[in-house]
């Protein structure tokens, strides 16, 4: 069973970066794009991008000119980037498994806060 | 951008009875290969998202035969043909043929 854990600061101030990881276990990471999905409180969902393992990333263009995305194949993880956060970027982020996003992690709630 | 419309946004549910959720595509969803990528997610209180269904109507492992999904084109519907307690929460329909990928805003099951 594959299985996906997030990690990283729960707190970031504004205007700093966002850098968030995620661990796959259970499967191999190659050979799939790996996503990433945030959910601020009590709202919907939101696609951030992908990125395959070869390195080849797409992005969503509302947050295109903030995002960068890498993977790490020898470690089975993927990361995350987003710069100049504000109020608005706190959310639960969680990365999943592919362009249908059959697995998906449990999810870190990331503050933007001074 | 392909807007996601869902209806009811709020769906209260007997239990043992059916439910029904709509999900429209402000485009077609049929992608030049001749799949329909139309995905449907359950998020039950607390919990990450859990795919339900992948392309249309092809239900994952684990997912109970209740749990049906149909539809074509811009017009899609996620059935659950019995109600259970365990079924409480928000469902999401979200494309996968045109980039960006998006999301339903979200159906809230509860149990009346």
């Known amino acids: 069973q594959v299985h996906l854990q997030e990690s990283g600061p729960g707190l970031v101030k504004p205007s700093e970066t966002l850098s968030l990881t995620c661990t796959v276990s259970?499967?191999?990471?190659?050979?799939?794009?790996w996503s990433w999905v945030r959910q601020p409180a009590g709202k919907g969902l939101e696609l951030i991008g992908r990125?395959?393992?070869?390195?080849?990333?797409n992005y969503n263009p509302s947050l295109k000119s903030r995002v960068t995305m890498s993977v790490d194949t020898s470690k089975d993880q993927f990361s995350l980037q987003l710069s100049s956060v504000t109020a608005a970027d706190t959310a639960v982020y969680y990365c999943?498994?592919?362009?249908?996003?059959?697995?998906w992690g449990q999810g870190t709630l990331v503050t933007v806060s001074s | 951008d392909v807007v996601m419309t869902q209806s009811p946004l709020s769906l209260p549910v007997t239990l043992g009875q059916p439910a029904s959720i709509s999900c429209r595509s402000s485009q077609s969803l049929v992608y030049s290969d001749g799949n329909t990528y139309l995905n449907w997610f359950q998020q039950r209180p607390g919990q990450s998202p859990r795919r339900l269904i992948y392309?249309?109507?092809n239900r994952d492992s684990g997912v109970p035969d209740r749990f049906s999904g149909s539809g074509s084109g811009t017009d899609f519907t996620l059935k659950i043909s019995r109600v259970e307690a365990e079924d409480v929460g928000v469902y999401y329909c979200?494309?996968?043929?045109?980039?960006?990928?998006?999301f339903g805003q979200g159906t809230k099951l509860e149990i009346k």
């Open positions: 999943a498994r592919g362009v249908a996003l059959d697995y």
């Open positions: 259970g499967g191999s990471i190659s050979g799939y794009f």
């Open positions: 979200m494309q996968g043929t045109h980039w960006p990928q998006s």
């Open positions: 392309k249309v109507s």
């Open positions: 990125i395959y393992t070869s390195g080849s990333t």
